[in-house]
């Protein structure tokens, strides 16, 4: 049996006072957003980071095997 790697997606806010606050992004059901493709993970990050209004950014953690 084979495992693969999961993950997700991090959303970077930097607060009022410069600290810096991730959060998880989730799915219309406030799941976990989970992908199995680093790719594919990192491809969705790069665009909500271009798309971001406010100057966000997206990176892509492992967060474990499926």
Do not use: H, P
Request: net charge negative.
């Amino acid at each position: 049996m084979s495992e693969n790697n999961v993950y997700c997606i991090i959303k970077e806010l930097i607060l009022r006072d410069k600290i810096k606050q991730s959060v998880i992004m989730v799915n219309s059901i406030s799941e976990i957003l989970e992908y199995d493709n680093k790719e594919e993970a990192e491809e969705m990050a790069k665009i909500f980071t271009a798309n971001s209004d406010s100057g966000w950014n997206y990176y892509v953690r492992e967060i474990g095997f499926k």
